[in-house]
């Protein structure tokens, strides 16, 4: 098949295009670079430096290539920023969708898959979350998120393009971007390397679900041949502390850190982790990498960049 990756370029994404290739599909990635590496990018896939919010650029790639698929990744994922821009938030991740999916409408793109948040989707609720409960998202980045689910329901229904929103819990692995505000594993990882101490948001004990970006491929993989439409959640049910994960890394790096804390951020929930039984039922999907030998494989994978 034809797919179009948007953010081919990013952390996720390019481990998407990666299998894709693997599985012998034509893959174009567009990413306009902005959070996106030319190093992550894979040689065999075709690279258009393209912004999904310049509507002409994205809608005339679209129209040019006629993809069956479009694997819908590139977003502004930064929770804070959210808050302190809800507008950016909007324009990336409202907005850019509804640029790529006018363009899908016209050429008869076959299916969209877009990378949703779990951990942002359903608020303050008891653990784990699973796709029945009501979708209360705390920040703006997670109501970006709701709406392009909500809107590639409206193209469902009224063109009859299939999705298929994956929930992602925190993702993480190699390739990971440590320099933003999202991807603990990494930002301790790379700090910790350079021989500095990373900052604690809050007192720590704030839960999170923590998914190896191999399992999250895997995802993407399932549900290119799934006729499902809707939404899953992509996570290992398996809630762990930021503290626990200080922990881990430190331990993984080999390094005597203390812990530090600073101030907490806002728009941050106290816990999240998420069921994935209905992906394992629509999709036959489970975790495969429990977060010790994640840990130790992003370790590794330090050791070997340095």
């Known amino acids: ?16 295009v990666d299998r894709y290739v693997e599985l012998g599909h034509e893959v174009i990635v567009a990413d306009n670079l902005s959070s996106g590496v030319e190093q992550n990018l894979n040689p065999k896939a075709r690279f258009v430096k393209v912004d999904i919010t310049d509507k002409e650029a994205i809608q005339s790639l679209i129209r040019t290539e006629k993809p069956e698929v479009i694997n819908h990744h ?6 804070g ?4 821009d809800p507008q950016f938030d909007a324009q990336n991740n409202i ?7 006018q363009a899908a409408v016209e050429v008869g793109t076959k299916k969209v898959i877009m990378a949703s948040t779990g951990g942002a989707m359903y608020g303050n609720k008891p653990v784990p979350f699973d796709e029945t409960m009501k979708e209360e998202p705390l920040s703006p980045y ?12 409206y193209y ?6 299939p999705y298929t929103c994956l929930r992602y819990a925190n993702v993480y692995g190699p390739r990971q971007n440590p320099h933003g505000e999202s991807g603990v594993v990494a930002i301790f990882m790379d700090m910790i390397q350079a021989g500095k101490a990373p900052v604690i948001n809050g007192d720590g004990t704030h839960t999170r679900d923590y998914v190896y970006v191999s399992d999250v491929v895997r995802a993407n993989e ?14 290992t049910g398996v ?5 626990e994960v200080f922990r881990k890394v430190v331990a993984a790096m080999q390094a005597n850190i203390p812990e530090e804390h600073g101030p907490e951020r806002p728009g941050e929930q106290t816990e999240s982790c998420l069921s994935y039984q209905k992906a394992k039922e629509i999709l036959g999907w489970e975790p495969t990498v429990a977060v010790d030998e994640g840990i130790q494989r992003v370790a590794e994978w330090y050791r070997q960049q340095s």
């Open 1 to 16: 098949m034809k797919i179009i990756v948007t953010g081919g370029a990013g952390f996720i994404a390019s481990h998407v």
């Open 74 to 79: 590139a977003a502004h994922i930064q929770v």
């Open 142 to 153: 997670g109501v970006s998120k709701r709406s392009g689910e909500l809107y590639l329901n």
């Open 239 to 243: 809630q762990i502390s930021t503290n």
């Open 81 to 84: 920023n959210s808050v302190r």
């Open 222 to 235: 399932l549900a290119l041949s799934s006729d499902f439409v809707g939404a899953l959640n992509i996570g």
């Open 156 to 161: 469902f229904e009224q063109y009859k393009i």
């Open 95 to 101: 907005i850019g969708l509804l640029n790529i999916m």
